[in-house]
């Protein structure tokens, strides 16, 4: 069955490191989404990309970058830059301009 | 300012009975697109129904309905026969931007308690 495999499920990182998130999906989307949720919140877009080899920064893309060399993925790197990076991370992916985001299961990071 | 306004932070009902989720946005955009999901503790985002702007029949699928008053801008979400297994955080959503450079933007959800 086609999806988007977020992995892994649970990351923990010490304070200062680079951390990497992998997203990715095999359903053919064209294009591909990171959002970050906090506890008791809503979704909020960091970086989002239409097609390969070119991206956009979301509402708060600081402290992070990404990559998009291959149609399928879209690895975050999560930066030392970034001031309170422990939260929920979802990947998501879509086909064309009207059709519903399909997301993966998530990402819990949390840095000591 | 917030685009999607979703004002109650909690909601409860009984088990088989009806319940709305409000959800008010803010655009000036023509063409735009209104989403409902639900996120279940697990975390994964699950898509429960679709709204296009330019739709002039209310959205409906299965247990779900969408209330879309376009003139009033909101866009809530009705489950009808409330199942234990609703109990989630719900999510209204709108797709913004024009063609295939769109994102959606997220409103700070609702957590649907259904009692037995």
């Known amino acids: 069955d086609g999806g988007i495999t977020q992995s892994p499920k649970y990351l923990f990182r010490k304070e200062g490191q680079n951390v990497t998130l992998s997203c990715e999906q095999n359903?053919?989307?064209?294009?591909m989404y990171w959002y970050r949720q906090d506890p008791g919140q809503g979704l909020r877009l960091i970086y989002y990309?239409?097609?390969?080899?070119?991206?956009q920064k979301g509402d708060i893309a600081e402290g992070y970058s990404v990559s998009r060399e291959k149609k399928e993925s879209f690895p975050l790197t999560v930066t030392s830059a970034q001031k309170n990076p422990t939260a929920f991370y979802l990947c998501?992916?879509?086909?064309?301009?009207?059709?519903?985001?399909?997301f993966g299961s998530g990402t819990r990071l949390t840095v000591v | 300012a917030q685009k999607i306004t979703q004002t109650q932070p909690g909601m409860f009902v009984q088990e088989k009975e009806a319940v709305t989720l409000d959800c008010t946005y803010d655009?000036?955009?023509?063409?735009?697109?209104l989403f409902w999901y639900k996120q279940p503790s697990s975390g994964e985002m699950i898509f429960l129904i679709y709204?296009?702007?330019?739709?002039?029949q209310n959205a409906t699928e299965g247990r779900y309905s969408l209330n879309f008053q376009k003139a009033r801008k909101s866009a809530n979400l009705v489950i009808s026969a409330s199942q234990l297994g609703d109990s989630a955080m719900y999510f209204c959503?709108?797709?913004?931007?024009?063609?295939?450079?769109?994102?959606?933007?997220f409103g700070a959800g609702t957590r649907l308690a259904v009692h037995p």
């Open positions: 998501a992916s879509r086909k064309t301009a009207k059709e519903s985001y399909t």
């Open positions: 959503a709108m797709r913004e931007g024009a063609g295939g450079y769109n994102k959606l933007i």
């Open positions: 990309s239409q097609i390969v080899n070119d991206f």
């Open positions: 359903l053919n989307h064209d294009a």
């Open positions: 655009t000036s955009d023509q063409s735009y697109g």
């Open positions: 709204q296009g702007s330019y739709d002039e």
